[in-house]
T-cell receptor, first 112, second 111 residues
Framework: NAGVTQTPKFQVLKTGQSMTLQCAQDMNHEYMSWYRQDPGMGLRLIHYSVGAGITDQGEVPNGYNVSRSTTEDFPLRLLSAAPSQTSVYFC???????????FGSGTRLTVV | AQRVTQPEKLLSVFKGAPVELKCNYSYSGSPELFWYVQYSRQRLQLLLRHISRESIKGFTADLNKGETSFHLKKPFAQEEDSAMYYCALGGRQGGSEKLVFGKGTKLTVNP
């Protein structure tokens, strides 16, 4: 039981490049979310999903796309990377009745 | 709208002293409150959930709906408690759910 797995752990991108941050969970959780963590800003919600085929925007969705074709996977796509997207990204999941959200170990992204 | 306020960015105490990390929330529905802890450069770990009313690592938190607060307390701080602490508010409306975090409080416990 791996929990929430994020790949890659580290990534450096050039401005304008695109990439996908992967998130997978093996707990059959319905709810999944993406956050970015920046110094002094805490964790801000980017996008979230309450089940396969259902996604919604969080606080800071601009520049990011998501899809949820399966229960297990919730990839986050950066369409055209900008230096302002330099951050640590966390994926989290939760079952409807679970105690709380389980977090992945994060992806540290640098955009130069 | 859901909102969480943690008024202290930094909190420093000595080992053995009591510690209280403040959290206030704003939400029109029925709130679900959590405390998460993040040790240096690690993933966030769930510390407490208000419904369970349990004590983890000596920490407790009581939901006060009148004051819209969910402060985290520990009577005797330990050096290993040094970490970032985040208060989070979950809300379910129309079948949807999202979890919103405060900006966090960095706790340092000095020897």
């Amino acid at each position: 039981n791996a929990g929430v797995t994020q790949t890659p752990k580290f990534q450096v991108l050039k401005t304008g490049q695109s990439m996908t941050l992967q998130c997978a969970q093996d707990m059959n959780h319905e709810y999944m979310s993406w956050y970015r963590q920046d110094p002094g800003m805490g964790l801000r919600l980017i996008h979230y999903s309450v089940g396969a085929g259902i996604t919604d925007q969080g606080e800071v969705p601009n520049g990011y796309n998501v899809s949820r074709s399966t229960t297990e996977d919730f990839p986050l796509r950066l369409l055209s990377a900008a230096p302002s997207q330099t951050s640590v990204y966390f994926c989290a999941s939760r079952d409807r009745e679970a105690y709380g959200y389980t977090f992945g170990s994060g992806t540290r992204l640098t955009v130069v | 709208a859901q909102r969480v306020t943690q008024p202290e960015k930094l909190l420093s105490v000595f080992k053995g002293a009591p510690v209280e990390l403040k959290c206030n929330y704003s939400y029109s529905g029925s709130p679900e409150l959590f405390w998460y802890v993040q040790y240096s450069r690690q993933r966030l770990q769930l510390l407490l959930r208000h419904i369970s009313r349990e004590s983890i690592k000596g920490f407790t938190a009581d939901l006060n709906k009148g004051e819209t607060s969910f402060h985290l307390k520990k009577p005797f701080a330990q050096e290993e408690d040094s970490a970032m602490y985040y208060c989070a508010l979950g809300g379910r409306q129309g079948g949807s759910e999202k979890l919103v975090f405060g900006k966090g409080t960095k706790l340092t416990v000095n020897p």
